[in-house]
T-cell receptor, first 113, second 114 residues
Framework: ETGVTQSPTHLIKTRGQQVTLRCSSQSGHNTVSWYQQALGQGPQFIFQYYREEENGRGNFPPRFSGLQFPNYSSELNVNALELDDSALYLC????????????FGPGTRLTVL | GESVGLHLPTLSVQEGDNSIINCAYSNSASDYFIWYKQESGKGPQFIIDIRSNMDKRQGQRVTVLLNKTVKHLSLQIAATQPGDSAVYFCAEINYGGSQGNLIFGKGTKLSVKP
């Protein structure tokens, strides 16, 4: 196990609702990256947080937002959920923004009906 | 645009045989190439990385080869075991920006037959 935890493990929402996913990074890591993994696909980068600031963003709309807290844990918020948001959401922690070995949590499976 | 893709979506091998998983990439500016293993119900797990100025790197039972001429990356697993059954992703990182985000390919499913 990597020491990265995510909650909840599964979640079912309906279109238009809002969701908050949580991630606790591995001890000593100050960087958290979020990825979306659709079924049968590779993870897609959403954004990265470093020392409580957003430090890069992928091709996701503004309704995807995040936070990082002083203890380096992080939240991913998605507003106005769409059916295509159904996916596995992964967070990964690392030491610094230039660490190839990102440690992934088990993910949160989000289903939007 | 940038992309990391795989030649083979599925690979079935006999236990004890060597496995070779291939990957093509398009961004010649990437700094590192990385292999991740994802087992069912788990997040991806780092296996090995290779810097763009290298052509080979060995780990424990794994070897990564990088051919920049044809933009090709491969992962070789020696003496494949049932525990190696998983989906394998190649990924790349370009540190030209301030962040190091992974760009993943679609993955290859490796099945090991006992």
């Amino acid at each position: 196990e990597t020491g990265v935890t995510q909650s909840p493990t599964h979640l079912i929402k309906t279109r238009g609702q809002q969701v908050t996913l949580r991630c606790s990074s591995q001890s000593g890591h100050n960087t958290v990256s979020w990825y979306q993994q659709a079924l049968g696909q590779g993870p897609q980068f959403i954004f990265q947080y470093y020392r409580e600031e957003e430090n890069g963003r992928g091709n996701f709309p503004p309704r995807f937002s995040g936070l990082q807290f002083p203890n380096y844990s992080s939240e991913l918020n998605v507003n106005a959920l769409e059916l295509d948001d159904s996916a596995l959401y992964l967070c990964a922690s690392s030491w610094g923004t230039r660490d190839n070995e990102q440690f992934f949590g088990p993910g949160t499976r989000l289903t939007v009906l | 645009g940038e992309s990391v893709g795989l030649h083979l979506p599925t690979l079935s091998v006999q236990e004890g045989d060597n496995s070779i998983i291939n990957c093509a990439y398009s961004n010649s500016a990437s700094d590192y190439f990385i292999w991740y293993k994802q087992e069912s119900g788990k997040g991806p797990q780092f296996i090995i990385d290779i810097r763009s100025n290298m052509d080979k790197r060995q780990g424990q039972r794994v070897t990564v080869l990088l051919n920049k001429t044809v933009k090709h990356l491969s992962l070789q697993i020696a003496a494949t075991q049932p525990g190696d059954s998983a989906v394998y992703f190649c990924a790349e990182i370009n540190y030209g920006g301030s962040q190091g985000n992974l760009i993943f390919g679609k993955g290859t499913k490796l099945s090991v037959k006992p």
